[in-house]
């Protein structure tokens, strides 16, 4: 049974950091397209980062140069490091896997997802 467990979130004032992690259970992990999603209450949910399986990186312009998506294969880990905090990225964060090469934008082409982890920023 495929389990994407993420961890790391928490309340931070603005212009603080935090890390997210996300352990998947997954036997090919490596060749899998991993990505960052969020949800605030009210909102459809985003893609905030992706890695593709080449260590491509993407990112949501309303992050770029604060956020850094990160993959460790060895260890079946995905990480978001994100810095420079502010209260609009107050949501909950999900962690999500899709069985192919390269990274979709789109929620509906991610086939396993996490239970979430929430950030709270407060101004």
């Known amino acids: 049974q495929v389990q994407l467990v993420e961890s790391g979130g928490g309340s931070v004032q603005s212009g603080g950091s935090l890390r997210l992690s996300c352990a998947a259970s997954l036997s090919t992990y490596s060749r899998y397209c991993m990505a960052w999603f969020r949800q605030a209450p009210g909102k459809e949910r985003e893609r905030v980062a992706a890695i593709n399986v080449y260590g491509y990186t993407n990112y949501a312009d309303s992050v770029k140069g604060r956020f850094t998506i990160s993959r460790d294969n060895a260890k079946n880990t995905l990480y978001l490091q994100m810095n420079s905090l502010k209260p609009e990225d107050t949501a909950m964060y999900y962690c999500?896997?899709?069985?192919?090469?390269?990274?979709?934008?789109?929620?509906?082409?991610?086939?396993?997802w996490g239970q979430g982890t929430q950030v709270t920023v407060s101004s």
């Open positions: 999500a896997a899709r069985s192919y090469d390269w990274c979709s934008i789109s929620s509906g082409d991610f086939s396993y």
